[in-house]
């Protein structure tokens, strides 16, 4: 008789993460940087990655990369935590600040990795509905949380897909209203400057999240940081895998978290493709019914994009090898370079 075990439930319901493999010649899905390792860093990285010690496990604490980002982001790093990406820092924090059956509120739409990891630990996930005028009430927002006596409250801001913020005094609002932690993923947050991470040791229910993926040019890497008070890296710490970023990606963001002006040139560069794409964008939208496209204002790296047509502009791009992000009736368009902007805009207006 042959052995047989049978799938967990939540795995039966559980829909894993599709990543698009298409071969796109211009390819703006997924949030990158157009924008290719500085050059007059390669030297200081092919040294830096000649000294990496392949043989001996990295640091597990990656000192030099928190403290650097200490001084990137002006926090004590004794107050900062890397991982393996943001999405190690999401899992984290769900593995080991939820029990299950806790509740987690986050927003309807959000990045989709919230509710993935909560349903995956048996969490239940409460999705706070934006709309289609994307409206967020924030007293709703608040009376949601304390009515299902919520444990976890996560969020973007700029908010992914649709490149809104939820403001600084939102925040704290919710934060000091609410009996739950409050983590604020802040992974765009280069393309607008608003932040609360000056206010972490002033509440110890507040954790923010960033990334190098998104401004530094570093998506392969994989390098993300927690930043929170004692408390939470404390317990954070109990948690968290042993050597969990690895040496070539702690070499790779220090050599780039050296250099913040570089850093901050580049960001310049995204934020006027950016704002090119946009207008352009809503150049073609007032030459076209309201429904068939209707352009969003935005504070993050990409436009999104409300239509009637949307799947058939989706494929319509596709077809040509542009690479963009499909959600139901929207889409979402990173900005890329110049040329690929202009490739973009140039089938859009013969779709349309």
């Given at each position: 008789?042959?052995?047989?075990?049978?799938?967990?439930?939540?795995?039966?319901?559980?829909?894993?993460?599709?990543?698009?493999?298409?071969?796109y010649?211009?390819?703006?899905?997924?949030?990158?940087?157009?924008?290719?390792?500085?050059e007059?860093?390669?030297?200081?990285?092919?040294?830096?990655?000649?000294?990496?010690?392949?043989?001996?496990?990295p640091?597990?604490?990656?000192?030099?990369?928190?403290?650097?980002?200490?001084?990137?982001?002006?926090?004590?790093?004794?107050?900062?935590?890397?991982?393996?990406?943001?999405?190690?820092?999401?899992?984290?924090?769900?593995?080991?600040?939820?029990?299950?059956?806790?509740?987690?509120?986050?927003?309807?739409?959000?990045?989709?990795?919230?509710?993935?990891?909560a349903?995956?630990?048996?969490?239940?996930?409460?999705?706070?509905?934006?709309?289609?005028?994307?409206?967020?009430?924030?007293?709703?927002?608040?009376?949601?949380?304390?009515?299902?006596?919520?444990?976890?409250?996560?969020?973007?801001?700029?908010?992914?897909?649709t490149?809104?913020?939820?403001?600084?005094?939102?925040?704290?609002?919710?934060?000091?209203?609410?009996?739950?932690?409050?983590?604020?993923?802040?992974?765009?947050?280069?393309?607008?400057?608003?932040?609360?991470?000056?206010?972490?040791?002033?509440?110890?229910?507040?954790?923010?999240?960033?990334?190098?993926?998104?401004?530094?040019?570093?998506?392969?890497?994989?390098?993300?940081?927690?930043?929170?008070?004692?408390?939470?890296?404390?317990?954070?710490?109990?948690?968290?895998t042993?050597?969990?970023?690895?040496?070539?990606?702690?070499?790779?963001a220090?050599?780039?978290?050296?250099?913040?002006?570089?850093?901050?040139?580049?960001?310049?560069?995204?934020?006027?493709?950016?704002?090119?794409?946009?207008?352009?964008?809503?150049?073609?939208?007032?030459?076209?019914?309201?429904?068939?496209?209707?352009?969003?204002?935005?504070?993050?790296?990409?436009?999104?994009?409300?239509?009637?047509?949307?799947?058939?502009?989706?494929?319509?791009?596709?077809?040509?090898?542009?690479?963009?992000?499909?959600?139901?009736?929207?889409?979402?368009?990173?900005?890329?370079?110049?040329?690929?902007?202009?490739?973009?805009?140039?089938?859009?207006?013969?779709?349309?």
């Amino acid at each position: 008789m042959m052995g047989k075990f049978n799938i967990s439930e939540k795995l039966i319901k559980i829909k894993p993460y599709v990543v698009d493999k298409t071969n796109y010649s211009v390819r703006l899905d997924a949030n990158e940087s157009f924008l290719a390792f500085p050059e007059e860093l390669k030297t200081d990285l092919w040294e830096a990655l000649n000294n990496v010690m392949f043989n001996r496990y990295p640091d597990t604490d990656s000192t030099e990369l928190c403290m650097l980002y200490g001084r990137y982001c002006g926090i004590d790093p004794k107050y900062i935590l890397a991982g393996n990406g943001s999405d190690e820092m999401i899992q984290i924090l769900i593995n080991g600040f939820l029990d299950c059956g806790d509740a987690v509120l986050t927003l309807k739409p959000d990045f989709s990795m919230y509710k993935f990891f909560a349903s995956l630990m048996g969490a239940y996930v409460l999705e706070y509905d934006l709309g289609e005028e994307l409206e967020f009430k924030i007293d709703d927002f608040v009376r949601l949380a304390k009515d299902e006596d919520v444990k976890l409250v996560i969020f973007s801001t700029p908010h992914n897909p649709t490149g809104r913020t939820i403001s600084r005094e939102e925040i704290l609002y919710i934060v000091d209203k609410v009996d739950a932690l409050v983590v604020v993923d802040e992974a765009y947050f280069e393309f607008c400057g608003e932040t609360v991470i000056d206010c972490i040791t002033k509440f110890e229910n507040l954790a923010v999240m960033r990334t190098c993926s998104k401004a530094m040019s570093l998506a392969a890497a994989r390098v993300g940081f927690i930043i929170a008070g004692e408390k939470i890296i404390e317990n954070f710490k109990k948690v968290k895998t042993p050597f969990n970023v690895n040496a070539l990606s702690q070499a790779a963001a220090a050599i780039i978290l050296r250099h913040p002006e570089l850093i901050k040139s580049n960001v310049e560069k995204i934020i006027s493709e950016r704002d090119y794409l946009y207008k352009r964008l809503v150049e073609i939208q007032k030459r076209v019914d309201r429904e068939k496209f209707q352009v969003y204002p935005t504070k993050s790296n990409f436009v999104y994009i409300k239509s009637s047509e949307a799947k058939k502009i989706y494929e319509s791009l596709k077809e040509r090898a542009i690479g963009i992000r499909f959600f139901g009736k929207n889409l979402r368009i990173n900005a890329g370079s110049r040329e690929e902007n202009d490739a973009l805009l140039a089938a859009l207006e013969e779709i349309l």
